[in-house]
């Protein structure tokens, strides 16, 4: 065998005996998928990155959208408080000083008796403190036509002060039995309302320090309960243990 055709010999298993040619595609081929496996391993960080970095996002998304509406809510909840301290200062422009409620109680019997009802009873009970405010109880009793008391109610409804009714009981005249007066005959077309009236009016300062004592003075008997029964829960956990 000559050795033109030796050298001319290759071999699959012996890259030695390769062509110029054949060892370029191979070396290329090697490299591009030496590439490949790279691009491969380097894209899956990408892509596991990429997608961790899309869940954020409709995360991040999500509490933009529940904060923009948070956002619009508390608009919306700072205009109704505008309108509740607009109505609030209203309110309290129609409660009178302690000064003011004599006038008040006048001003009351003054449209019942326009209204031609007479007051069998007109009794103020002690002024109850609330907070921000104080009640005054009224005990009435008139007596008068149907039309005349709806109109006395109805002017009671328009004065400039506040006043509400409570417990009202309309009975004919006829009907009542008993108290002070006897009753009338039967067939009499007069009616009588029992009801309770509540007037409101402002806290004087002397007021206010009481009702601010008496409020921190609730609040430490709670806490005073609240702590005894602690208490006495833990020896009985202890005695169970």
Do not use: C
Not at 14 to 38: K, M
Not at 174 to 195: F, H, I
């Amino acid at each position: 065998m000559s050795t033109a055709r030796l050298y001319n010999s290759t071999s699959p298993n012996d890259p030695g005996t390769w062509t110029p040619q054949r060892q370029r595609v191979i070396w290329a081929t090697a490299f591009v998928g030496v590439l490949a496996l790279a691009w491969v391993f380097w894209l899956s960080d990408e892509l596991a990155r990429w997608t961790a970095e899309r869940d954020r996002e409709a995360v991040l998304r999500e509490e933009h959208i529940t904060m923009v509406q948070r956002i619009k809510a508390l608009q919306s909840l700072q205009d109704r408080k505008v309108q509740l301290e607009d109505e609030l200062g209203r309110l309290q422009k129609q409660l009178p000083a302690a000064a003011e409620m004599e006038g008040l109680l006048r001003g009351i019997t003054a449209a019942g008796r326009v209204r031609g009802l007479q007051f069998e009873l007109f009794r103020p009970a002690p002024v109850q403190l609330q907070d921000g405010y104080a009640e005054m109880p009224v005990a009435v009793r008139v007596v008068g036509g149907y039309h005349d008391i709806g109109a006395f109610l109805g002017d009671l409804a328009r004065l400039p002060r506040i006043v509400t009714l409570h417990n009202i009981v309309l009975m004919p005249q006829s009907q009542v039995v008993g108290g002070d007066r006897a009753p009338l005959l039967t067939g009499s077309r007069l009616l009588v309302m029992e009801a309770t009236l509540r007037t409101y009016r402002a806290l004087d300062n002397q007021e206010a320090v009481q009702l601010r004592r008496r409020n921190h003075q609730r609040a430490a008997g709670e806490n005073g309960t609240a702590q005894a029964g602690a208490a006495g829960a833990r020896p009985a956990a202890g005695a169970a243990r």
